[in-house]
């Protein structure tokens, strides 16, 4: 004497299985307490009497695989709890076909994998970009500095264009590619490589100090690279 499925109640388009407050057995079989039940004529049911019992839960969560599963079943539900205090029920997770959630799962794979190729490939472009950039840096040294070791010039360059590092040549002033961040960029990279600038600072010698007595020494290798001869 089971109840026809369309007393079933549903919620928009699909059917409705409830996770009961209370402890409750299934007036067809017998079956309890039920962690999940329908409602037929008013009357709980267990999963397997609503014909229901061969769906797997999916808890809610993600999006992309909830739809896909439920697009993917023949049959689903939405398993809903009834909230006391909003006086409401609340949408708990959904009830699909395995096969259709297996299906969704691999789809959400293969999208997730879309993405990492993807970001592979930003990377990669960003990557050319900041080499294109390194170059033209390197090249503005050279215009600035003629004397100046192409390859002490693509040093610098590169230490200045690092991504994400905020040195001079990530900068705004930088980017452009101003005869003022360049010239900043080399004065920085002399100061540590051409001068005892990091060993005063080792020394504990503050670093105004430590920039006055290497600014000479700063000037002369600039002078050295040819500032201001070309
Ligand atoms: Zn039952």
Redesign the pocket.
């Known amino acids: 004497m089971a109840l026809p499925r369309s007393t079933t109640p549903a919620v928009g388009t699909g059917l409705v299985v409830f996770q009961p407050l209370k402890r409750k057995r299934?007036?067809?079989?017998?079956?309890g307490p039920l962690s999940l039940l329908t409602l037929e004529g008013g009357g709980p049911?267990?999963?397997?009497?609503?014909d229901l019992g061969h769906l797997v839960y999916l808890p809610r969560g993600d999006t992309a695989l909830t739809r896909r599963s439920r697009e993917g079943s023949a049959l689903s539900a939405v398993v809903v709890r009834f909230n006391r205090r909003k006086s409401r029920y609340e949408r708990q997770g959904v009830l699909v076909e395995e096969a259709a959630l297996a299906l969704a799962e691999q789809r959400c794979l293969a999208d997730a994998e879309a993405r990492a190729r993807r970001r592979a490939r930003d990377a990669v472009r960003r990557a050319a970009r900041d080499e294109r950039f390194a170059a033209a840096f390197a090249e503005e040294i050279l215009r600035l500095f003629p004397r100046c070791p192409p390859e002490r010039a693509g040093r610098i360059a590169a230490h200045a264009s690092v991504r994400g590092s905020g040195r001079v040549g990530r900068s705004a002033a930088g980017q452009a590619l101003t005869p003022r961040a360049v010239t900043a960029a080399v004065i920085a990279a002399v100061r540590h490589t051409e001068t005892e600038y990091d060993a005063l600072l080792m020394r504990g010698i503050p670093r105004g100090e430590a920039r006055r007595r290497i600014a000479r020494g700063v000037e002369e290798t600039l002078r050295a690279w040819g500032r201001g001869t070309s």
């Open positions: 299934c007036a067809e079989c017998g079956a049911r267990c999963l397997d009497c609503a």
